[in-house]
């Protein structure tokens, strides 16, 4: 058996970036070939990312970056919030942001193939997976190219919002930005507020006013008017002001003699169905399973 030294694994560490035991015991398998281990090690990395890529991934976080007129949001998503707080995991997230303003990715497979540091973002991605163990996947990314300015804020990590907008005060689009991200507003303004929504509203709004028992001329103006009501509630220009109730966003930004062409937000697992773990279930299988073996 060859003698496994400090200086082997060091440099098997540094080629794989894998943990230094797992390095260590591949060393060992391999009877200190290096380049054996190295083989061993990738097979048991892409092994644990294989395993992993079932498992869901609804917590993670939203990575901005701005250069000039050009800019990035990306949600990058794992199984837990402890890795949302890794180095790693983090630098992948921002590096992605970064790759999608300046390469234009048309999505996701076309920024998984993208370079990253001697490897593609997926390599990447996938030797992060077996290092840490926990799956992790690039949901969604949204690029902006614009001759006017960009601003954007992330509220921690799980918030993240992207504006574009014209105006002397930047100061104008940091609030609008804050602003989207405490408000949530779905649409720049009313004719933008998606049909679907519309019309589910439509639907309860209706509900609500036959059950009022108010004649069919007054229960239409009711419903006419949760709708109207519903359109300005989430339509950002149409919104109070968080800074100012006093005054709509879009009438902050004439005074401030700005306008916003458009925004985006993302939420951290929006949308994603989080599996519900049902803990006395899982000790009565163990239970069972200890029992028959």
């Known amino acids: 058996m060859a003698a496994i030294t400090a200086a082997m694994v060091g440099e098997l560490r540094a080629k794989t970036d894998a943990p230094m035991m797992e390095c260590k015991k591949a060393l060992t398998e391999a009877d200190g070939d290096p380049v054996k281990a190295e083989e061993l090690l990738r097979v048991k990395l892409g092994s644990k990312a294989s395993k992993a890529a079932s498992r869901i991934t609804a917590e993670g976080v939203v990575a901005a970056y701005i250069a000039g007129g050009v800019g990035a949001l990306v949600e990058v998503n794992c199984e837990t919030d402890f890795v949302t707080k890794n180095d790693e995991f983090l630098a992948l997230a921002n590096a992605c942001a970064k790759l999608v303003a300046e390469k234009n990715p048309a999505d996701v497979a076309a920024l998984s193939a993208l370079p990253l540091d001697g490897k593609t973002v997926e390599e990447q991605r996938a ?14 990314f949204k690029r902006f190219e614009t001759g006017a300015k960009l601003t954007s804020y992330l509220h921690g990590t799980r918030i993240g919002v992207m504006v574009e907008f014209d105006g002397a005060d930047e100061q104008v689009g940091k609030d609008v930005a804050m602003h989207v991200a405490a408000m949530k507003p779905v649409s720049l303004s009313i004719d933008q507020v998606p049909a679907d929504l519309i019309e589910k509203e439509r639907s309860v709004a209706t509900l609500k006013a036959a059950e009022s028992g108010k004649p069919a001329e007054i229960a239409t103006k009711m419903v006419e008017g949760s709708v109207q009501k519903f359109l300005k509630e989430v339509s950002l220009l149409n919104q109070s002001f968080v800074k100012n109730d006093k005054q709509t966003v879009e009438q902050m930004l004439k005074a401030a003699n700005a ?13 994603i169905e989080k599996k519900q773990d049902d803990f006395a279930a899982e000790v009565a299988a163990q239970v069972a399973a200890a029992k028959q073996a």
């Open 127 to 140: 030797a992060l997976i077996g290092r840490i163990g926990e799956n992790m996947s690039i949901r969604r």
């Open 259 to 271: 306008t916003v062409k458009s925004f985006t937000m993302y939420i951290v697992g929006e949308g």
